[in-house]
């Protein structure tokens, strides 16, 4: 546990030049935008889960150019140290970036006096909510993650970013259609009904996370266990 702890920390630190104050005020500015919007916390999760994706590449980055993956061997980290490891810091960094978002997002719903809504939604709804969205993009985070651990990150780039593209533009027109008249009126009162059952949509979402993750991490495994460095 102690090199596993370790190797999650190595990726923490790696990434954090890249979170520099004028990044990170762009996606507080964009969270609260969305926010008071669309007078819901779920569209913040979604920029904090976005912000988490654009930035598990990163570690792949510098270990590719520094040949780090011939360096962890050297420390002793074997393989399935480092893919397990990955999976970890990539779980976490999605936690702390929902948190992020989510705590200046509740600051201007209060600010703006839209709290009073948001406070009368049951937990149960807003995990939900939440799990569903973090499902989308723990989708295109299992599909980036393997094909890094296969091919590296020069290589991959611009391949697994699609899926992300994809994903971002499909939930951007939901959430900017389904409170309006722009969804059909059958297609908002399904998916309102479907997401007013937090915990139906919390138990679905969680097995399907787990699922994807498992195989993505299998996947990521066989991947790096066949690369030579």
Do not use: H
């Amino acid at each position: 546990m102690g090199k596993l702890g370790a190797f999650v920390r190595l990726d923490f630190v790696t990434i954090k030049p890249y979170f520099t104050a004028k990044n990170m005020l762009i996606y507080v500015a964009l969270a609260v935008y969305m926010a008071i919007f669309s007078k819901s916390i779920t569209s913040s999760i979604g920029i904090g889960l976005m912000l988490a994706t654009l930035n598990i590449g990163y570690p792949f980055a510098l270990g590719e150019k520094s040949n780090m993956d011939a360096l962890y061997a050297t420390l002793g980290a074997d393989r399935k140290t480092v893919v397990k490891g990955r999976y970890i810091f990539s779980l976490l960094l999605d936690a702390f970036a929902i948190v992020f978002v989510m705590v200046f997002s509740l600051i201007a719903l209060i600010i703006m006096g839209f709290f009073g809504g948001f406070a009368g939604v049951v937990l149960t709804e807003i995990l939900g909510a939440t799990l569903a969205i973090a499902v989308l993009f723990m989708f295109v985070q299992s599909i980036q993650i393997p094909i890094f651990f296969k091919f590296g990150y020069a290589k991959a780039r611009l391949f697994s970013i699609l899926p992300f593209f994809l994903i971002s533009a499909s939930v951007a027109f939901f959430v900017m259609n389904a409170q309006g008249s722009g969804m059909p009126e059958g297609v908002n009162t399904s998916v309102q009904n479907f997401m007013n059952n937090g915990l139906a949509v919390a138990a679905a979402a969680i097995i399907i996370l787990a699922a994807m993750i498992l195989v993505s991490y299998k996947l990521s495994l066989s991947f790096y266990m066949k690369r030579e460095f």
